[in-house]
């Protein structure tokens, strides 16, 4: 009977040092926060998902540039398809150095073929056929936002 008393003692002695010792907050649950709690609502909105890139055609016909004016994003891609049967040659102005939005010169577009050229700077091109640079259904105008 004494060992079992001592037994009794040891295990309430023992459960008590467990009960009592641990550190406050020690092993408290934590719930997970929701919507509805607020969660995600740090004053700063949520990026925009980012944006594909996307592709614009200009066709190039013998009545001229379709469309003559076009407006794309920053990134976004123009395609100038040739479908006469000469040589074209889509370029920003002005005639002849073709400097007003570097990097837009076609070098001349066979006919049947295409030129690709991407635009990121946000701006204003005016362009040109240089081969025609007189012929004004040969002229565009390309906004970049």
Same mark, same amino acid.
């Given at each position: ?28 649950? +934590? ?46 891609? +123009? +395609? ?35 030129? +690709? ?29």
């Amino acid at each position: 009977m004494k060992i079992a008393a001592i037994f009794i003692l040891v295990a309430v002695s023992i459960g008590a040092f467990l009960l009592f010792s641990r550190t406050p907050g020690q092993n408290d649950a +934590v719930p997970e926060p929701t919507a509805a709690d607020g969660a995600g609502t740090t004053g700063t909105p949520a990026p925009e998902p980012a944006q594909e890139p996307a592709r614009f055609t200009v066709r190039i016909t013998a009545n001229g540039m379709s469309p003559g004016e076009l407006s794309v994003s920053s990134g976004d891609t +123009v +395609v100038f398809v040739n479908e006469t049967d000469s040589r074209r040659w889509p370029a920003s102005d002005p005639h002849p150095v073709h400097t007003l939005c570097p990097g837009f010169d076609s070098g001349g577009i066979p006919p049947g073929q295409e030129y +690709v050229i991407p635009f990121t700077e946000v701006r204003t091109c005016t362009y040109h056929d240089h081969l025609s640079p007189g012929d004004e259904r040969f002229r565009g105008v390309i906004h970049i936002r």
